[in-house]
């Protein structure tokens, strides 16, 4: 038997929850807020069988694992070049997500 923890982004939650459910994985979630991920987050908490961690590590990831994304954001009044009406929105790109996964060995464990 083995206890996943998997701390992410609050926003990555529901997808990650859902799709876990999808495959059987039943799921506790904790409020948290720490210093890995320097913001407020969520811990899941799984118990699961050694043979079905692989593939619930795999939907975590997609889920709550690094990606690309583009934010906009209004440009520095500094230049002086923007005018009333102009479209001020700058388009950056952003790594968001990203999780931080522990996988703990279950010495024993009863349902009461």
Known sequence: ??????????????????????????????????????????????????ENVPGAVKIIKECAGKRKSIKYTMPSMSSGNIYPGANNMIPIDMEVGGCTVFVLDVEHYEKC
Request: proline letters at 0%; charged letters at 30%; a negative charge.
């Open 1 to 50: 038997m083995k206890m996943i923890f998997a701390i992410m982004h609050s926003e990555d939650v529901d997808e990650t929850v859902d799709e876990l459910n999808k495959k059987n994985y039943w799921v506790t979630k904790l409020s948290t807020t720490g210093g890995f991920l320097k913001n407020k987050n969520v811990t899941l908490v799984i118990g699961t069988e050694e």
